[in-house]
């Protein structure tokens, strides 16, 4: 009998090690191949669980997550292109586009082609929109307390996450 079967594991990490075939992980030399070791997958479980926590805030305000980004886009920048709009929020022109129809649909947002350049469309908040942002300032503080984290480890967190974006780009 192995030693392993000798004992139940008593902690997550002990019954992760049970698991593990002979060299699997960081200190056996392969790498690990365990879930919970996949810094991708911290990523997307963390960018999911922030996503969840900001729908019902945005529920209030009528907005889905990626609206509330063309909203805040604008609200810092005022008109754009869509071009420039693809470019900050680092999505495509097909996801773009039906999220400009449904936020002009709602008032939000008028969308103008340039008369001088037609293939140029320019994106502006309305007045509605733009009375949308009073409402939407009390997001960052509902959030900030949701993820119960020191404003320090927020901004660490939010700097090495930048670097990683210009990194992949």
Not at 2 to 19: F, G, I, L, M, N
Not at 111 to 131: A, F, K, M, S
Not at 143 to 163: H, K, M, P, R, V
Request: net charge negative; proline share 8%; hydrophobic share 35%.
């Amino acid at each position: 009998m192995s030693p392993r079967a000798e004992h139940a594991p008593d902690t997550p990490d002990e019954a992760r090690d049970a698991d593990s075939a002979p060299g699997d992980g960081p200190s056996g030399g392969e790498p690990s191949l365990h879930l919970e070791d996949q810094f991708c997958f911290t990523l997307y479980s963390a960018s999911r669980a922030v996503t969840a926590a900001y729908r019902p805030l945005l529920e209030r305000l009528d907005l889905t997550y990626p609206q509330y980004l063309v909203m805040l886009a604008l609200w810092q920048h005022g008109t754009t292109t869509v071009k420039d709009l693809v470019h900050t929020l680092n999505l495509d022109y097909g996801t773009v586009t039906p999220l400009l129809k449904r936020l002009e649909a709602a008032g939000l947002l008028a969308r103008r082609r340039r008369p001088e350049d037609e293939r140029v469309v320019d994106i502006t908040p309305t007045q509605e929109g733009l009375d949308l942002r009073s409402q939407a300032l009390a997001i960052p503080p509902a959030l900030g307390e949701a993820f119960d984290l020191a404003e320090q480890d927020i901004q660490t967190a939010n700097t090495i996450l930048s670097q990683l974006i210009r990194n992949l780009r």
